[in-house]
């Protein structure tokens, strides 16, 4: 969601604890979401040939891909090792009329409102035994179902919360709901024009009322495009133009990216057998898609992470973007961001260049940061309280 109109790229939506993020895959049925979900997860969630096999929606916590997090553990060998995580939840498939009701429409979009972004996953791949619920396959017309379903849901909720409010400030019962009328209003305009709420020229007070609602189309969005495993080798699928298309149109920063279900299936089913899942990528000459995605859909949330590090423990603390050091702090404990003194802090460039703390300290790189210190991506932190 944008601040301010000097602002051009929409950012994730603020004010949501950023150690407790997620993300949820949507789309029309039987466009692979589970299977997406199993090869994310490992977990054995339904994935059969039919609408509404997913009824409930499952959550799992991906560990995020970090070589510096793996190159931390190697060089320290910790006892323990806890990465940075993601966690993705799989959402039933949606269907034309889902705002009204339709299908199991409604219990469907709220658990996309409990998610704060969404992996769109769209169909791009023809298989006469997978029926699609539309009966054919047009992934744009599926792109534009989906989006017109978050819109007509979000604008349902405007309208009934911006008559609640306007009714307040007539009666002159709140003053202090002037601002809820006019951003909301603003945010039907947006909605009623076919806009997503995230591209709107919202001020930290707009943000303010729009985080109460928590609306479907604030949530920033990647677009995942499940093709066949022929195609997917070859790198080549007619629709991926079309909706590259759409998607510049709606969404200029909108990240696409191509996958095969069925193929990230096949590599997940090697499970701990390493050696095997490298000799099929070989064979195959092509590679999963699955650390791609699961880093793309972290960073479109404007997250990154700091480290601890130590014998004992190296871990990935998840922080939204220009945090500052008393806040990170208070992602491992509370009191921490209380009692906050500073922050001992090293990059982790630094770290891999002198090869240990001491060194760095050797070479006056290992710094002493203050209370208003933004932590960058990939800062080793150590916090000195007095809790």
């Known amino acids: 969601m944008s601040k301010g109109k000097e602002a051009e790229k929409p950012i994730a939506l603020l004010g949501r604890a950023s150690n407790n993020v997620s993300i949820g895959i949507v789309g029309m049925p039987n466009v692979g979401k589970s299977t997406l979900f199993n090869a994310l997860s490992k977990l054995n969630v339904p994935a059969e040939n039919y609408p509404f096999c997913t009824i409930d929606p499952s959550t799992a916590k991906v560990p995020v891909p970090d070589e510096r997090f793996d190159f931390l553990c190697n060089a320290i060998k910790p006892r323990n090792q806890v990465p940075a995580v993601l966690t993705?939840?799989?959402?039933?498939?949606?269907?034309?009329?889902?705002?009204?009701?339709?299908?199991?429409?409604?219990?469907?979009?709220?658990?996309?409102?409990?998610?704060?972004?969404?992996?769109?996953?769209?169909?791009?791949?023809?298989?006469?035994?997978?029926?699609?619920?539309?009966?054919?396959?047009?992934?744009?017309?599926?792109?534009?179902?989906?989006?017109?379903?978050?819109?007509?849901?979000?604008?349902?909720?405007?309208?009934?919360?911006?008559?609640?409010?306007?009714?307040?400030?007539?009666?002159?019962?709140?003053?202090?709901?002037?601002?809820?009328?006019?951003?909301?209003?603003?945010?039907?305009?947006?909605?009623?024009?076919?806009?997503?709420?995230?591209?709107?020229?919202?001020?930290?007070?707009?943000?303010?009322?729009?985080?109460?609602?928590?609306?479907?189309?604030?949530?920033?969005?990647?677009?995942?495009?499940?093709?066949?495993?022929?195609?997917?080798?070859?790198?080549?699928?007619?629709?991926?133009?079309?909706?590259?298309?759409?998607?510049?149109?709606?969404?200029?920063?909108?990240?696409?990216?191509?996958?095969?279900?069925?193929?990230?299936?096949?590599?997940?089913?090697?499970?701990?057998?390493?050696?095997?899942?490298?000799?099929?990528?070989?064979?195959?000459?092509?590679?999963?898609?699955?650390?791609?995605?699961?880093?793309?859909?972290?960073?479109?949330?404007?997250?990154?992470?700091?480290?601890?590090?130590?014998?004992?423990?190296?871990?990935a603390w998840t922080i939204k973007k220009g945090t500052m050091a008393p806040a990170a702090a208070g992602v491992i404990h509370s009191d921490f961001m209380k009692h906050f003194i500073c922050a001992e802090q090293m990059t982790f460039d630094d770290f891999k260049q002198y090869g240990s703390e001491v060194e760095v300290k050797k070479a006056g790189k290992y710094k002493t940061q203050g209370k208003l210190y933004v932590v960058q991506d990939g800062d080793i932190l150590h916090f000195k309280h007095n809790a």
Not at 188 to 208: P, V
């Open 88 to 315: 993705i939840t799989d959402i039933a498939g949606l269907v034309k009329g889902a705002h009204e009701g339709k299908g199991l429409g409604n219990a469907f979009l709220s658990n996309i409102q409990a998610v704060d972004a969404i992996f769109h996953v769209c169909r791009g791949f023809k298989d006469s035994e997978i029926e699609h619920v539309e009966g054919s396959v047009d992934p744009v017309r599926d792109l534009e179902i989906i989006t017109n379903e978050l819109i007509q849901k979000d604008l349902e909720r405007c309208n009934a919360r911006l008559e609640v409010v306007s009714k307040m400030v007539a009666k002159g019962h709140d003053k202090s709901k002037k601002q809820d009328v006019a951003t909301l209003t603003q945010a039907k305009e947006l909605l009623e024009a076919g806009k997503d709420i995230r591209f709107g020229a919202w001020k930290n007070d707009d943000i303010d009322v729009l985080n109460e609602q928590q609306y479907l189309t604030a949530k920033p969005v990647v677009y995942l495009v499940n093709i066949g495993n022929e195609e997917y080798a070859a790198q080549k699928n007619k629709y991926l133009g079309k909706i590259a298309e759409w998607v510049k149109g709606r969404d200029p920063y909108g990240k696409i990216i191509p996958f095969s279900a069925s193929f990230e299936s096949a590599v997940c089913a090697f499970g701990d057998d390493e050696a095997g899942r490298q000799a099929f990528l070989a064979e195959k000459k092509v590679k999963s898609m699955m650390p791609k995605i699961i880093t793309t859909g972290y960073h479109s949330l404007d997250l990154i992470h700091y480290f601890t590090a130590g014998e004992q423990e190296v871990r």
